[in-house]
């Protein structure tokens, strides 16, 4: 299977992706924008930590079932989200552009993959789902900024393969849509995408549970793996967020034992997708 859902479609005149980018800022015309970008950074931490002393815990302690006390901090985070997305489309940081973005709001109980162009893309996308759960880090448990969100939000620890693959089940079961980035990090200068991990794969088919590919563009490098997150990009980042068809993992049978064999499959045909998806639609400026 070379391609595993249908390519998302384009909508030229109000993609950003497309978009002819705006000359670059140099000296003191650069300057409002890199203050702008690192105003929305700190106001976004320091909204984190008081957020995760106030708002979450009332939330997360609220009467009501252990369910609905996580859908409601889950609401809140990407309440919180597309605030900050808000705030750097203020500064002028970035411009998204969403397409089929209804399937991503309306989601329940998916594995929402998506290639990783920039430090911002997780915030892009739960900002967009109400219901989103990830798999965080051990560090992210003891950052004292973003420990209260992802405990109240009820996101998963990576702490090992099959507690983790547990906690993956319960989370899905209960409707909350799980984001991975299959390239487990941002993609590296030169690259169209890193490699992708069987992580996700595995976790569908494991979990019986349907993926919906997103494709992230941009028009502009910003805010990449080889940049700290205070070099601001001199440019406004262009982003369009395409949803794709939904894949469903009964597409990939497995027998006993057989997992390990479909899950390798399943990660050749979605790296093959986004590949073609990028390569062939998608020229990125300088």
Known sequence: MSNPAQSPQKCFGLNVAYATPEPRREGLHYLPRWLGGVSCYIAFGLGGLLSSLTILPLLRFWPGTPEARIIRVQKAVHLMFKGFVAMLTWAGVIKVSRHGAQKLHDAKGVIVIANHPSLVDVVVLISLIPNAGCIVKQGLWRNPFLRGVVSCAGYIPNRGAELMLEDCRQVLARGTNLII??????????????????????????????????????????????????????QTMGMAVEIGATISHLKYPAALGEHAKMARQLTRDLEHYYKQQLENNYELKQ
């Open 181 to 234: 980035f299959p390239e487990g990090t941002r993609t590296v200068f030169g690259a169209t995408i890193n490699d992708f991990a069987r992580g996700a794969a595995n976790i569908a088919l494991r979990a019986e549970a349907d993926i919906l590919p997103v494709v992230l563009r941009t028009n502009v490098r910003g805010l990449t793996k080889e940049q700290p997150w205070y070099e601001i990009p001199r």
